[in-house]
């Protein structure tokens, strides 16, 4: 489940890591509108199992969490803005953790400066990833951890956006534009108000950089080239899933249909790797998962049987990696990414686990941490 630091070095390492384990709706062309943005988790997109594993996952965090609220990053091991703003995220999805989301907003609102700004330029991804754990936490994006200019990070959003000539639509510096970055902040938007003509711009710049296989590269300042995972280029799912929801969260159009770049993308067990192809030398993970079952719930198609391979569904694939009681007590709920434990699988499986796209809405939370019955193991 972007732009900033944290989510371009994720996005990094999956592909260094796919790599290494490499093993040799109908839209019409002209602008369809879309559909939907949130699913309630309660609304019946997702039969009973796949709730618990949400809420399985939901605990596994819960229990992550430093005393502080904030998260340690499994890589760096040290307390991480990207990571406890993600946390909040999956925990208010799955509707688990009240204390933890108090407690990670809490910490979040007094150290997320030095994550959104570097040599005093703010990273619109950053800044958008802050604000949609912001507006899922309840809390006030305006006024996130004090009244100075400084903690409206929706006025510090706003600023980077270039609202005329070429460039209009475009958060941040046009050279260093991705898809994550956009989609991000776009979301962060519309989550704070209606559609407008800022969010209108930003929607259409994202829509015209649609590949012509209805993908996304990461990339937006390149021409789109065929998906190939061999040499990192190209439409990928991460990228295509995340413009996707922010596009529909938008109320915006697709010239090209996201869900056949989808399909296409699909592995036979159900899965989706990183780069837009079956097969080809890589392996379904559950990051990419996560974020296409999102993808899908925000455009409405989740649970159709055009995704179901050999009797299995994206989210049932997703829940597979899913480590239960057969694995030791303190790896129970979280994922499994290529056989090894993941933080980061588990915040970005959570949310599409649970049925529910960006943005995030704030909801009433349960104070329990859920754990697998295993009886005595």
């Not at 990053?73 to 990207?82: L, T």
């Not at 006025?155 to 270039?162: M, N, P, Q």
């Not at 090894?340 to 915040?347: E, V």
């Not at 649970?354 to 859920?370: H, T």
Request: charge should be neutral; proline fraction near 5%; glycine fraction near 10%.
């Amino acid at each position: 489940m972007p732009a900033s630091a944290g989510w371009t070095t994720r996005v990094c390492l999956a592909v260094a890591l796919l790599c290494l384990l490499a093993v040799s709706v109908s839209v019409g062309a002209s602008a369809a509108t879309v559909r939907g943005s949130q699913a309630d988790p309660a609304a019946g997109l997702h039969a009973a199992g796949a709730t618990t594993a949400a809420a399985a996952g939901a605990g596994w965090i819960a229990r992550d969490l430093s005393s502080n609220g904030a998260l340690v990053d499994a890589i760096s091991k040290r307390p991480s803005a990207a990571d406890t703003a993600d946390a909040i995220l999956a925990l208010v999805a799955a509707g688990e953790g009240s204390l933890q989301v108090k407690a990670a907003t809490h910490w979040l609102e007094h150290n997320f400066s030095s994550y959104v700004s570097a040599k005093g330029v703010d990273n619109p991804g950053a800044l958008g990833l802050v604000t949609l754990a912001a507006v899922a936490a309840d809390a006030d994006p305006a006024h996130f951890g004090g009244r100075a200019g400084a903690n409206d990070l929706v006025k510090r959003l706003e600023v980077t956006e270039h609202l005329v000539g070429r460039d209009a639509g475009i958060f941040g510096a046009k050279k260093s534009a991705n898809a994550f970055n956009q989609a991000l902040a776009l979301l962060a938007l519309v989550a704070v108000r209606a559609p407008d003509r800022e969010t209108r711009l930003a929607e259409g710049y994202l829509a015209r950089r649609q590949c012509a296989d209805g993908g996304y590269d990461y990339s937006l300042a390149t021409p789109c080239a065929k998906p190939d995972p061999k040499t990192y280029v190209g439409p990928d799912t991460n990228s295509t899933a995340l413009v996707v929801m922010a596009i529909v969260a938008a109320g915006g159009h697709f010239g090209h249909s996201p869900v056949a770049f989808f399909k296409r993308s699909q592995e036979s067990d159900a899965s989706f790797g990183y780069y837009g192809v079956a097969g080809e030398g890589q392996r379904g993970d559950p990051d990419s998962t996560g974020e296409v079952v999102q993808a899908l719930i925000a455009l409405g198609v989740v649970g159709e049987s055009q995704f179901v391979r050999r009797g299995i569904t994206p989210e049932r694939a997703l829940e597979s990696f899913q480590f239960r009681c057969g694995a030791p007590t303190t790896e129970r709920g979280e994922l499994s990414y290529f056989g090894a434990p993941s933080q980061y699988a588990t915040l970005q499986a959570v949310p599409a686990l649970a049925g529910v796209a960006l943005p995030v809405k704030p909801r009433k939370l349960s104070a329990s941490e859920f754990r697998f019955s295993c009886g005595a193991s």
